[in-house]
Nanobody
Framework: QVQLVESGGGLVQAGGSLRLSCAAS????????MNWYRRAPGEERELVAS???????YYKDSVKGRFTISRDNAKNTVYLQMNSLKPEDTAVYYC??????????????WGQGTQVTVSS
């Protein structure tokens, strides 16, 4: 099967930085878009950033200029560099990938989530 494993969350003061990583493993033929979502307490899950296999990116307006998404296709890994963090960035961050696996018809895979907490 396929697994997405995130790492890099934690507690940081406002203005600080964190780097999230998400590695996809298992039987994978191709990965299309890789995405970072987040869910704050009491809020809906929202798309934070996305990157295509060709490197095209999308950012939620509130993180533009502060967050950078990147990927290493050879390692099936996506990163989210988060700078100038604000308390409102506090959430559980989830990695998501649209991929093809020869062992499953499932296209949309999710990581387990990693907590990011920004203190004021």
């Amino acid at each position: 099967q396929v697994q997405l494993v995130e790492s890099g969350g934690g507690l940081v003061q406002a203005g600080g930085s964190l780097r999230l990583s998400c590695a996809a493993s298992g039987s994978i033929l191709r990965i299309n878009a890789m995405n970072w979502y987040r869910r704050a307490p009491g809020e809906e899950r929202e798309l934070v950033a996305s990157i295509t296999s060709g490197g095209n990116t999308y950012y939620k307006d509130s993180v533009k200029g502060r967050f950078t998404i990147s990927r290493d296709n050879a390692k099936n890994t996506v990163y989210l560099q988060m700078n100038s963090l604000k308390p409102e960035d506090t959430a559980v961050y989830y990695c998501n990938a649209d991929l093809f696996s020869p062992l499953s018809r499932v296209r949309n895979w999710w990581g387990q989530g990693t907590q990011v907490t920004v203190s004021s």
